[in-house]
């Protein structure tokens, strides 16, 4: 079993995303670093590209800052090594960069995954890479042990949803609303929906997009969701730091507090005597 389902084996995992150097390289590591004490279970890094079109504006700001403080593929993998974490960490990135990543023959998927699996990345997140055109990233993941987690949308299904879960693996990335990213105040309805449709699937089922606090997140869990993904509450606090001026430490701080909010309502969820469709 990998270490990315290992952190779904003992209750619901708490995945929180941020976007690797943003605002700065120093400040982001220890940002990241304050995720894992807060609760963390897996971390999703963001690795910058200048067209992210599966994000809202909060990330995309993130995503801007990052890339104007000089985050390039070969410094998110320094990135990497540089963290001091023990939980899994999985990239979230674009194809484009996958694609174009090495030089020569030594260019593509197959140098991308070996390069960011020697860097200690366990898993991956394309949001525009589709099924149908995902062998290759699919064959690297597997010669290099690594995951490859899908999103599925309120509207995937049919032959489509096949195929996506028939190359998933570590977790799938439920997207529990359409449109890009961003917090929201409240969850949508067609979270129940959409884990019921792919309730038949043996993977882990991860919900994100919109969850903002520990009520949302203990409310998806109750609906089934065996994880939740957080992404645009937590950027918002190192986007507040950064307007105030705050010292890092002071954001770090925030973020554990966030993150600690976050899995705690999971684990509520967990632990709660609302109908869950596997329990029923």
């Known amino acids: 079993m990998s270490r990315?389902?290992?952190?779904?084996?003992?209750?619901?995992?708490?995945?929180p995303y941020l976007a690797a150097g943003d605002p700065n390289y120093e400040a982001s590591l220890s940002y990241v670093e304050a995720l894992e004490r807060g609760g963390a279970?897996?971390?999703?890094?963001?690795?910058?590209?200048s067209e992210p079109i599966a994000e809202g504006p909060t990330i995309q700001s993130a995503i801007v800052r990052a890339l104007e403080a000089g985050m390039t593929p070969t410094?998110?993998?320094?990135?990497?090594?540089?963290l001091d974490v023990d939980v899994p960490l999985v990239c979230m990135t674009y194809?484009?960069?996958i694609y174009q990543f090495g030089e020569g023959e030594e260019r593509g998927p197959a140098a991308f995954v070996r390069r960011a699996a020697e860097a200690g990345i366990e898993g991956f997140v394309v949001p525009d890479l589709p099924a149908e055109e995902a062998e290759p990233l699919r064959e690297a993941c597997d010669e290099y042990d690594c995951e490859?987690?899908?999103?599925?949308?309120?509207?995937t299904k049919g032959e489509r949803l096949e195929r996506i879960m028939s190359q998933v693996s570590g977790y799938v990335y439920v997207q529990a609303?359409?449109?890009?990213?961003?917090?929201?105040?409240?969850?949508?309805?067609?979270?129940?929906?959409?884990?019921?449709?792919i309730a038949d699937w043996d993977v882990?089922?991860?919900?994100?997009?919109?969850?903002?606090?520990?009520?949302?997140?203990?409310?998806?869990?109750?609906?089934?969701?065996?994880?939740?993904?957080?992404?645009s509450a937590l950027v918002d606090i190192v986007e507040q730091g950064v307007e105030r001026g705050?010292?890092?430490?002071?954001?770090?701080?925030?973020?554990?507090?966030?993150?600690?909010?976050?899995k705690e309502g999971a684990l509520r969820g967990a632990a709660s005597d609302q109908p869950h469709p596997e329990r029923t």
Request: no cysteine.
């Open 4 to 15: 990315i389902a290992e952190a779904f084996a003992d209750g619901p995992a708490f995945v």
């Open 204 to 231: 882990p089922k991860a919900v994100g997009f919109g969850i903002s606090s520990g009520d949302h997140a203990q409310r998806v869990v109750e609906a089934g969701a065996d994880g939740v993904i957080v992404g």
């Open 41 to 49: 279970d897996i971390i999703e890094l963001g690795l910058p590209f």
């Open 148 to 155: 490859l987690v899908f999103i599925v949308a309120p509207t």
């Open 95 to 97: 194809y484009n960069l």
């Open 75 to 82: 410094r998110f993998f320094e990135f990497v090594e540089d």
């Open 177 to 197: 609303r359409l449109g890009t990213t961003g917090a929201r105040t409240s969850l949508s309805d067609q979270t129940d929906t959409s884990l019921e449709r």
């Open 246 to 262: 705050d010292p890092p430490v002071t954001v770090a701080s925030r973020l554990e507090a966030k993150a600690r909010e976050l």
